[in-house]
């Protein structure tokens, strides 16, 4: 009788031992391990079992593969600023500071200092900043501009006979994935009444739609989409006017939280900042903390002390607060900007005021290091993005790397090698070429981009 196919299998011990030393728990190797055996054996019902060189293989590449999805630092090449797959926004040297800090010690998060006894905010400095900062009456802070946008609804419909919200049909657009307008306000209780057409709104379309059952006017900013040619939407503080005639509440969910003139950082649009929204007479605005604004996933809400009070009374705030160290590191960011330190130290904002000779040098001096490797490398020019969704249009002149493979690699495999390096290396492809752009890569990886570069062409290194 032939020897059962099964008892070929490795064991378990064998091949964590052929392994060698993991960078993973050894519960984690041990798991996957079973898993790919588990495969085999159903497997060798019907087909011959792999050597055991070909076992481990499958074994290196499923650890591989659960590694690669460990949450970890990657060298972003892709020339977009805010890449929501890649974190969205860097956070400034003071924000990592106040998040180390508060992390490593206990805090007064909930105590009240001066009275020696609980407090009555968890971040009253930081909304006292904030709402100073967009002139404000009050700031309240909480996961995301999603959840901000979410609680603002709720309170504003929380009556059955008045859930109307009023907002123009050229602002239903879908942002990122999974943000959809008419989805959020339906999930929130709303009625939705759309307004105007979706290139056209004007304040009569606003002024029709308002009625005893109107609970709010919402304007939305349309960020990763823009409107040309024949369009039309009323003027902010007309419409501000309007609602308040008509004792509606306006609120505006701006996104992006660009908090400085935007064209005064790069060639680029200017981009509406909350401080504007207020000032234009908007009753609550909501922005992301880790867009424009440079710092941590959050969602802010500034607007009248009366509202903001009771948003934060609303049972569904309690579910979306900030954990401490979002809160500090927003509390650090915050106060750059009303230093007046944050065109240098806030690196989305930083990235933004490159130089293309800045760029350039540094371009020149990467390709000298890589000097003898055997891909043709070659400086060249792009358009960076601010990405986020924010400002679609505009584009900032910037420098590339321009790859060609080694005969042999493709395009796809030369931007795989360089994914698999520590840290990853993401890049993109136009062209014939592999490219990466420097502006989203910060000088003080330029080594570790030249030895992720190197590492991923070993073979090919001259002595
Ligand atoms: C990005 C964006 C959001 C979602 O913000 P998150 O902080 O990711 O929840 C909501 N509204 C607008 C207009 C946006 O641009």
Same mark, same amino acid.
């Given at each position: 009788?032939?020897?059962?196919?099964?008892? &070929?299998?490795?064991? $378990?011990? =064998?091949? %964590?031992? #052929? !392994?060698?030393?993991?960078?993973?728990?050894? @519960? +984690? &190797?041990?798991?996957? $391990?079973? =898993?790919? %055996?588990? #495969? !085999?054996?159903?497997?060798?019902?019907?087909? @011959? +079992?792999?050597?055991?060189?070909?076992?481990?293989?499958?074994?290196?590449?499923?650890?591989?593969?659960?590694?690669?999805?460990?949450?970890?630092?990657?060298?972003?090449?892709?020339?977009?600023?805010?890449?929501?797959?890649?974190?969205?926004?860097?956070?400034?040297?003071?924000?990592?500071?106040?998040?180390?800090?508060?992390?490593?010690?206990?805090?007064?998060?909930?105590?009240?200092?001066?009275?020696?006894?609980?407090?009555?905010?968890?971040?009253?400095?930081?909304?006292?900043?904030?709402?100073?900062?967009?002139?404000?009456?009050?700031?309240?802070?909480?996961?995301?501009?999603?959840?901000?946008?979410?609680?603002?609804?709720?309170?504003?419909?929380?009556?059955?006979?008045?859930?109307?919200?009023?907002?123009?049909?050229?602002?239903?657009?879908?942002?990122?994935?999974?943000?959809?307008?008419?989805?959020?306000?339906?999930?929130?209780?709303?009625?939705?009444?759309?307004?105007?057409?979706?290139?056209?709104?004007?304040?009569?379309?606003?002024?029709?739609?308002?009625?005893?059952?109107?609970?709010?006017?919402?304007?939305?900013?349309?960020?990763?989409?823009?409107?040309?040619?024949?369009?039309?939407?009323?003027?902010?503080?007309?419409?501000?006017?309007?609602?308040?005639?008509?004792?509606?509440?306006?609120?505006?969910?701006?996104?992006?939280?660009?908090?400085?003139?935007?064209?005064?950082?790069?060639?680029?649009?200017?981009?509406?900042?909350?401080?504007?929204?207020?000032?234009?007479?908007?009753?609550?605005?909501?922005?992301?903390?880790?867009?424009?604004?440079?710092?941590?996933?959050?969602?802010?809400?500034?607007?009248?002390?009366?509202?903001?009070?009771?948003?934060?009374?609303?049972?569904?705030?309690?579910?979306?607060?900030?954990?401490?160290?979002?809160?500090?590191?927003?509390?650090?960011?915050?106060?750059?900007?009303?230093?007046?330190?944050?065109?240098?130290?806030?690196?989305?904002?930083?990235?933004?005021?490159?130089?293309?000779?800045?760029?350039?040098?540094?371009?020149?001096?990467?390709?000298?290091?890589?000097?003898?490797?055997?891909?043709?490398?070659?400086?060249?020019?792009?358009?960076?993005?601010?990405?986020?969704?924010?400002?679609?249009?505009?584009?900032?002149?910037?420098?590339?790397?321009?790859?060609?493979?080694?005969?042999?690699?493709?395009?796809?495999?030369?931007?795989?090698?360089?994914?698999?390096?520590?840290?990853?290396?993401?890049?993109?492809?136009?062209?014939?070429?592999?490219?990466?752009?420097?502006?989203?890569?910060?000088?003080?990886?330029?080594?570790?981009?030249?030895?992720?570069?190197?590492?991923?062409?070993?073979?090919?290194?001259?002595?």
């Amino acid at each position: 009788m032939p020897p059962s196919p099964l008892r &070929a299998i490795p064991s $378990v011990e =064998r091949l %964590l031992q #052929a !392994l060698g030393p993991l960078d993973v728990p050894r @519960p +984690v &190797a041990t798991a996957v $391990v079973r =898993r790919e %055996l588990t #495969a !085999l054996r159903a497997a060798g019902k019907t087909a @011959p +079992v792999p050597d055991f060189d070909a076992v481990l293989a499958r074994v290196r590449a499923a650890l591989d593969r659960l590694r690669a999805a460990r949450l970890q630092p990657v060298i972003n090449g892709t020339g977009v600023l805010i890449h929501t797959n890649l974190g969205r926004a860097p956070l400034a040297e003071a924000a990592l500071a106040a998040v180390a800090a508060l992390g490593a010690d206990y805090n007064n998060l909930e105590y009240d200092l001066t009275a020696g006894e609980r407090g009555k905010s968890r971040a009253g400095y930081l909304e006292h900043n904030l709402a100073l900062l967009c002139g404000a009456q009050a700031a309240a802070v909480m996961n995301n501009c999603a959840a901000a946008l979410m609680l603002m609804l709720r309170y504003f419909v929380r009556r059955e006979d008045r859930r109307e919200v009023v907002i123009s049909r050229g602002e239903l657009v879908q942002i990122g994935g999974g943000f959809r307008v008419p989805e959020i306000l339906e999930a929130s209780g709303a009625r939705l009444r759309e307004v105007g057409t979706t290139n056209r709104t004007t304040l009569d379309d606003y002024e029709q739609a308002l009625g005893p059952q109107t609970a709010l006017i919402l304007r939305v900013h349309r960020s990763n989409f823009y409107l040309g040619g024949f369009e039309e939407s009323p003027d902010p503080a007309a419409l501000a006017a309007l609602a308040r005639r008509r004792r509606v509440p306006l609120a505006e969910d701006l996104g992006s939280g660009a908090t400085v003139p935007t064209e005064r950082l790069a060639a680029i649009e200017h981009e509406r900042t909350p401080a504007e929204a207020v000032r234009s007479g908007v009753d609550a605005v909501c922005f992301s903390g880790d867009k424009l604004f440079g710092g941590p996933q959050a969602g802010m809400i500034v607007g009248r002390a009366r509202l903001v009070a009771a948003f934060k009374k609303e049972p569904f705030f309690r579910a979306l607060r900030c954990d401490k160290l979002v809160l500090g590191a927003l509390q650090a960011t915050t106060d750059l900007y009303l230093s007046g330190t944050h065109e240098k130290q806030i690196p989305v904002l930083a990235m933004m005021r490159i130089s293309l000779d800045d760029l350039r040098v540094r371009a020149e001096r990467i390709l000298s290091a890589l000097a003898g490797l055997p891909f043709d490398a070659r400086v060249g020019s792009a358009r960076a993005k601010i990405g986020g969704g924010t400002l679609p249009r505009a584009e900032l002149a910037s420098v590339t790397l321009d790859f060609h493979p080694p005969p042999g690699v493709s395009l796809a495999e030369f931007a795989t090698r360089l994914r698999a390096g520590t840290p990853p290396v993401i890049g993109y492809v136009s062209g014939s070429r592999f490219h990466l752009d420097l502006r989203t890569v910060f000088p003080r990886q330029d080594d570790a981009l030249v030895l992720a570069l190197r590492a991923s062409f070993p073979d090919s290194c001259p002595s």
